[in-house]
């Protein structure tokens, strides 16, 4: 999947503080290029450790862009992953995220290090955060 990207690495605390901001960023840059949205944004996190985040802000789009300030042409990998869809508000992100690292524990997977949230609906689809959908994947090793 061919996909714009912008790489952030950022303290835990200040996360809400710029996921907003960078999804703006790469909505805008696809949108110039006349490429996308072509799905739904997904987050890449490269590296989580208790104090950071070090993760990409990825939007597929219908062909590769052009790269503009911090966005980057990204091709998503054809990949074996393990997938759940949490439904909720972003907050229990965190929870969902435990609870599905110790199924896939429980039933004997390996993964890589790195992990997607797809955001299949959000906000800008309903008030309601009961109604949001986050697709977590791992990829399988």
């Not at 997938?83 to 435990?98: D, I, K, N, Q, S």
């Not at 986050?134 to 399988?140: A, F």
């Amino acid at each position: 999947m061919h996909a714009a990207s912008i790489h952030i690495v950022t303290p835990r605390s200040k996360m809400q503080l710029v996921m907003g901001p960078g999804i703006s960023e790469v909505m805008s840059a696809v949108r110039s290029q006349g490429l996308g949205p072509a799905g739904p944004w997904f987050a890449h996190h490269l590296k989580m450790t208790p104090d950071e985040f070090d993760f990409e802000i990825c939007v597929p789009v219908s062909a590769p862009v052009s790269a503009l300030g911090r966005l980057k042409p990204w091709v998503r990998p054809a990949v074996k992953v393990v997938r759940t869809v949490y439904c909720g508000p972003f907050e229990g992100l965190g929870a969902a995220w435990h609870e599905f690292s110790a199924w896939i524990e429980t039933n004997g997977y390996r993964t890589a290090d790195d992990l997607y949230e797809c955001y299949l609906a959000g906000p800008e689809s309903s008030s309601d955060s009961s109604n949001w959908r986050t697709e977590l994947s791992r990829v399988l090793v």
